[in-house]
């Protein structure tokens, strides 16, 4: 039996713990929205520790899992209890935990565990692990059975290894987005040596383009961003583009052929990819962060005359978590967001469907109590 298997089989034999009750908003179905509902959280083990989640950032991903939109890689198991972009309070600290005691504030991102044994975990890729990561909702909960809960609650329950710590000064709220759309842009442009000098792409400006481009600035390159609304050029500038490109344009599309080493993708929609590799230099890479729902055509030519790569990115190991956060913690950096009561989450999933947010809804979960 393999180290990850034998991990995994003594998780499933070790007795349940003791559960307290939490309370959370819920999606009973694909169709009928979400609406209050009672979870049970574990109680706290030696190495875990409980967490009072304040804020929770709403990804699209969100959406696409409480409406079952995955239903052929990722089925949704209901109730869902989404969010995966968390920031709390550390109410209690188990005897075995070393980094985190009463009252830090601490964060969650998209995983809350791993085999820890396989290649990719030992080398702290853990969003990699080969048994695949434990997600932080609707992901195989190995302690109680069914399925993890998400920050849409008011408490969670880690394992320490898999929290990050937020760093002093940064607004809370606006942090909380960066567990997944700040760390999803933030690894491709790491892994690619995204640097000062470099010219560099972001393609479309939503909840991840905007820390996109925000990122790149911070890294020193010339920043492109690349939308097909003329109304988002001022808002690209205040974010850190050099210049903006609609790429609906043609002729300025034209301008930019052969000349980028970087271009970052985050548009979920359907879209030409030929247009953006085109616009590479020598070795360029085009890296994929959204995920359109229909498989692209790509034109082989436009890959092997000028060595590009077609490459994704989904998010960062822990160690790379962290290291973004104290990044953002030096230069200042959260995402702009719109913050909202619980009660109102059904109806931002209606906004986030028409791009009406700019750029990251994030739940004030105190609405939870009220």
């Not at 070393?98 to 702290?124: H, I, P, Y």
Request: glycine residues 10%.
């Amino acid at each position: 039996m393999s180290e990850a298997a034998q991990q995994t089989a003594k998780q499933v034999d070790s007795p349940k713990p003791q559960t307290f009750p939490a309370r959370a908003f819920a999606a009973q179905g694909p169709a009928t929205g979400l609406a209050a509902h009672s979870i049970a959280r574990r109680a706290p083990r030696p190495q875990d520790i409980q967490i009072e989640i304040l804020y929770c950032g709403v990804c699209h991903s969100d959406l696409h899992q409480t409406r079952n939109e995955w239903k052929d890689v990722m089925p949704t198991v209901y109730p869902c209890v989404p969010g995966h972009e968390i920031v709390g309070r550390v109410v209690k600290a188990g005897s075995a935990v070393k980094k985190f005691k009463e009252g830090d504030l601490a964060a969650v991102g998209c995983m809350v565990d791993s085999c820890r044994v396989c290649a990719n975990c030992k080398a702290g890729e853990e969003q990699y692990c080969e048994q695949f990561m434990t997600l932080t909702y609707n992901g195989e909960d190995k302690l109680l059975g069914g399925v993890t809960y998400g920050g849409y609650s008011d408490a969670i329950v880690v394992d320490e290894k898999y929290v990050l710590r937020v760093p002093k000064g940064l607004d809370l709220a606006g942090t909380a987005p960066l567990l997944c759309a700040g760390i999803t842009t933030y690894s491709p442009m790491r892994h690619w040596n995204v640097r000062k000098g470099q010219k560099v792409g972001v393609v479309g400006l939503g909840g991840l383009g905007h820390m996109g481009v925000k990122f790149a600035h911070a890294f020193g390159a010339n920043v492109v961003l690349f939308t097909t609304s003329a109304n988002k050029t001022a808002d690209a500038v205040r974010l850190g583009a050099d210049e903006v490109v609609i790429s609906k344009n043609a002729s300025e599309m034209q301008k930019h052929v052969g000349s980028f080493d970087f271009i970052l993708d985050a548009v979920s929609a359907d879209h030409n990819l030929n247009a953006y590799l085109e616009l590479l230099k020598l070795d360029g890479t085009l890296t994929l962060v959204g995920a359109p729902e229909k498989p692209s055509a790509i034109k082989t030519f436009n890959l092997l005359m000028k060595r590009r790569r077609l490459a994704g990115s989904a998010i960062g190991g822990i160690r790379e978590t962290q290291e973004m956060l104290d990044f953002c913690g030096e230069h200042g950096l959260t995402a702009d967001i719109e913050l909202i009561r619980i009660q109102q989450i059904n109806d931002a999933y209606e906004r986030l469907l028409k791009s009406d947010v700019k750029y990251r809804f994030v739940v004030d979960v105190a609405s939870l109590k009220q």
